[in-house]
């Protein structure tokens, strides 16, 4: 009897440990996916109040145009597992906001063209969709949102000088927004160009300008100062 006890023990204790353990391994997991949670829903959520802050959803008033820029949306946020049917989704979403656009002239239109472009991997037609918008319209939101695309399209073709050029023009805006996410994307850039010193005063610039900001513990890391324990 002694002999049973003792193995259950063994084998309640070994539970209780690999509990602990797949516990720890859940926890370091979710905190690696934490901040690219918090980019991606802080990106969804600037889209949806550039939608929501331009149309009015008065459906018995809408122009051809505001219906043509609805369906557009429609493809565009659609859900889809296949890639070939993403492709799909984002080549009619673009006629549809094309098609707006070229009914009454919209800045919003023209983003999420550009949008469509480099969902598409066309990162040419992206920068210079975005080029167009941002001679033609100034708000300082829509802006903001155009310089930071148009350094992940320049990215994606491996021009790191214009990325950041884009980036520091989205820092200079007034009443722009992301400023902080400009400089923290500006420092992994220069890091990996191996500009560390000039990364390091981006990381913090972040610091001492925006300590509230989602980032500012990542750049504390990178300048070597303590993190907040929230």
């Known amino acids: 009897m002694s002999s049973y006890l003792k193995k259950q023990s063994y084998i309640k204790g070994k539970a209780d440990k690999d509990v602990v353990e797949t516990l720890d391994n859940i926890k370091d997991k979710l ?122 399209a320049y990215l994606k073709k491996n021009d790191k000088e214009k990325a950041l050029n884009s980036l520091q023009n989205l820092f200079n805006l007034k009443e722009g927004v992301l400023q902080d996410l400009a400089l923290i994307e500006s420092a992994k850039i220069l890091e990996s160009m191996g500009k560390t010193e000039e990364a390091k005063d981006r990381y913090k610039k972040v610091v001492e300008s925006y300590p509230k900001s989602i980032f500012v513990n990542e750049a504390k890391a990178k300048v070597g100062e303590k993190k907040d324990s929230n």
Do not use: H, W
């Not at 959803?57 to 049917?85: H, I, M, P, R």
């Not at 906001?97 to 002239?105: A, L, R, Y």
């Open 31 to 152: 905190k690696k996916r934490q901040k690219f949670l918090i980019i991606s829903l802080l990106i969804f959520v600037g889209a949806v109040i550039l939608i929501l802050g331009f149309i009015a959803f008065d459906k018995s008033s809408l122009s051809k145009a505001t219906l043509l820029e609805y369906e557009g949306y429609k493809f565009y946020y659609s859900t889809s597992t296949n890639v070939d049917k993403d492709q799909d989704k984002y080549q009619k979403a673009l006629e549809k906001f094309k098609e707006s656009f070229t009914v009454k002239k919209n800045p919003r239109v023209l983003y999420y063209i550009a949008n469509c472009y480099y969902e598409l991997g066309n990162y040419d037609e992206t920068i210079n969709t975005l080029q167009k918008l941002l001679k033609e319209y100034s708000e300082p939101q829509i802006a903001s949102y155009a310089y930071l695309k148009m350094s992940s």
